[in-house]
């Protein structure tokens, strides 16, 4: 069975259509810093759009913590019983087989009204077969009624004919769901037991979706005399449209639970080829630990561990040496526990808060935007919301790049210590004298090479190795001499500066 691809605006519909409160959402630019978009489509491949929906709405605005738990549970049994997982898997296959969303249509759209010539279209038909009799057998004069007969079928067939075609594919989308509810009605698996009940009426209903038995009888060119000559099609679009909202109460229902039962799957399947994961524990606002932390879209990931106690972190380390992917994994370890209970990692207590990011600012030459100028507006954004009624972890990736050391120190400072009052916050820069200006704010972190791997450790960085980097990457000596040359007479023009 091919699986629909669904695309980023088709799976966001259930967010939308039934929003998390607006205080614990993650916002778009905070999504893409993290890398959650391949995030999903890799944890979600195989995966019908419903299950889809489910889970994007639940990595943006999180779950409770008896809501976590139940998940938990939930996950952990399949987990357990490799049997059920692969049953359940299978009776949810046919959801798959959805290609178009029908969140809108159950939890946002209203039921457009139905026009009182719907009711005559029947006689169309009977119309276009007297005209012809007449113009053959009376007066000429029959063939303007048969003129009349074909301009109204015709016209409505211009106005419907894409309205019928969408309706036609979220009926189908619709079976599909109601096919699912049937099939895991009696079924004897622990999570099917919330469809008991429902299988006898999700398949009443679907075959009262279905065409006519003219329509749908197989006769060559049937369906096709029907729809044009006695509007077959439009009368089936009001009358099931009639149908499916005057139903759409069980509908809804059966969304739930089928989408989020796929999700579960999805977790487990994702989980049980996952070679570093754990549950996590929930903490308070400001402390976290995390232990061999990875981040799962690098297929080899070093795990890094970090605790962090009342205050946040500065984090420096060389060039190239992971910054900002573990201000990633820590991002995206804080998703995932806060919305699933899990983390990529050996240990992990984290604090189920929302997470807003700046990592990937740039300069817009459309909007007449500079870097800094974008960076401003994206630290006046992680102020408003480090001021709102939720707590939240702020991300910052290499802080006021965008413009001259002075001033990114300067205004680094006064940012950070503020948003470091409202806020638990990891910020990583290369301008190491923030490290002393913010300590009362934030924890030193550096990030160094040990052996083979990596390993976070308290201090700050004590030299950057920008200049060294210029022969590994393809410079002569005599330009990295001169880069030597001017780096210490810098340094030296700075202490001057510090001591008079």
């Known amino acids: 069975m091919t699986s629909y691809k669904s695309e980023p605006d088709e799976v966001a519909v259930l967010r939308l259509a039934v929003p998390p409160d607006a205080d614990d959402l993650l916002d778009d630019a905070t999504w893409r810093d993290l890398l959650l978009p391949g995030y999903t489509d890799t944890l979600a491949a195989g995966t019908s759009l419903f299950g889809r929906q489910v889970l994007e709405r639940d990595l943006r605005g999180g779950l409770d913590d008896a809501a976590v738990a139940s998940r938990r549970a939930r996950v952990q049994a399949l987990l357990d019983d490799p049997a059920q997982l692969d049953a359940l898997e299978r009776k949810l296959a046919c959801l798959r087989e959805a290609d178009i969303d029908v969140a809108a249509l159950l939890f946002a759209d209203t039921q457009p009204p139905r026009p009182g010539w719907v009711g005559r279209l029947l006689w169309l038909p009977v ?37 019928v075609g969408l309706w036609t594919r979220s009926l189908r989308a619709l079976q599909m769901l109601l096919r699912a509810c049937s099939l895991l009605d009696g079924s004897d698996q622990a999570l099917s037991k919330p469809f008991t009940g429902r299988g006898a009426r999700a398949g009443r209903l679907s075959r009262s979706l279905d065409r006519s038995l003219l329509a749908a009888s197989g006769v060559p060119g049937a369906r096709e005399y029907a729809d044009w000559f006695a509007a077959a099609d439009v009368r089936h679009y009001y009358r099931t449209l009639a149908r499916v909202f005057g139903a759409r109460d069980f509908l809804r229902e059966c969304y739930w639970l089928c989408a989020e039962l796929e999700a579960d799957v999805t977790l487990a399947r994702h989980l049980r080829e996952r070679p570093t994961w754990c549950w996590a524990t929930r903490t308070g606002a400001r402390t976290l630990a995390i232990d061999g932390g990875v981040h799962p879209l690098l297929d080899e990931a070093r795990g890094l561990s970090v605790t962090l106690d009342g205050k946040g972190a500065f984090l420096s380390g060389q060039n190239g040496v992971g910054k900002s992917t573990f201000l990633r994994m820590l991002g995206l370890n804080l998703v995932t526990a806060r919305a699933f209970g899990f983390c990529y990692a050996q240990s992990a207590s984290l604090p189920a808060l929302p997470v807003v990011a700046s990592m990937q600012n740039e300069d817009s030459l459309l909007g007449g935007q500079s870097l800094y100028i974008a960076e401003l507006a994206r630290a006046r954004m992680l102020l408003a919301r480090a001021h709102g009624p939720r707590p ?59 052996g083979d791997g990596l390993q976070l450790e308290s201090g700050v960085l004590g030299r950057t190795n920008g200049v060294a980097l210029l022969v ?23 202490l001057s500066g510090s001591l008079s």
Do not use: K
């Open 127 to 163: 119309l276009l077969v007297a005209s012809i009799a007449a113009a053959l057998l009376v007066s000429p004069w029959g063939w303007v009624g048969v003129g009349a007969a074909m301009y109204f079928l015709v016209m409505v067939h211009m106005r419907y004919q894409d309205r």
């Open 472 to 494: 590994e990457h393809g410079f002569d000596t005599d330009v990295q001499r001169r880069a030597e040359q001017v780096a210490a007479w810098l340094a030296q023009t700075r």
């Open 392 to 450: 939240v972890v702020c991300l910052v990736d290499e802080i006021f790049r965008g413009t001259n050391h002075e001033e990114s120190v300067s205004a680094a400072t006064a940012v950070v210590d503020a948003l470091a009052r409202h806020a638990l916050v990891v910020v990583s820069s290369h301008n190491l004298v923030l490290g002393s200006l913010l300590a009362d704010a934030l924890a030193p972190w550096r990030i160094v090479r040990r």
